[in-house]
């Protein structure tokens, strides 16, 4: 099933897009899918194994606040982000 959508590109990468399909000899509509294919597919060539955010360290005195305790309690907000990602995906299956 195909869907249908309309982005708006800035004229100066839509002209460097279209250039690029030409010199590969494909369409921009292949050219796109291609790159989003790349960019959604972790199992790709040539992306990270973990998203860039993922290698990031906490600061010293965050870290150290955090393992005190300073933080305990609460509703964790990035918990109930992943739990309503999971339900939005299960939906969409």
Known sequence: MLVKTTIDIPEAL???A???AVE???TLKDLVLT???KELD???PGQPEKPTWANRKLRP???AALKAGAFSGGTDSAVMISEDRSSREDALL
């Open 14 to 16: 839509y002209r460097r």
């Open 18 to 20: 279209k250039i690029r």
């Open 24 to 26: 590969t000899g494909r």
């Open 35 to 37: 790159s989003l294919e």
């Open 42 to 44: 972790p199992a790709c």
């Open 61 to 63: 005195d965050f870290e």
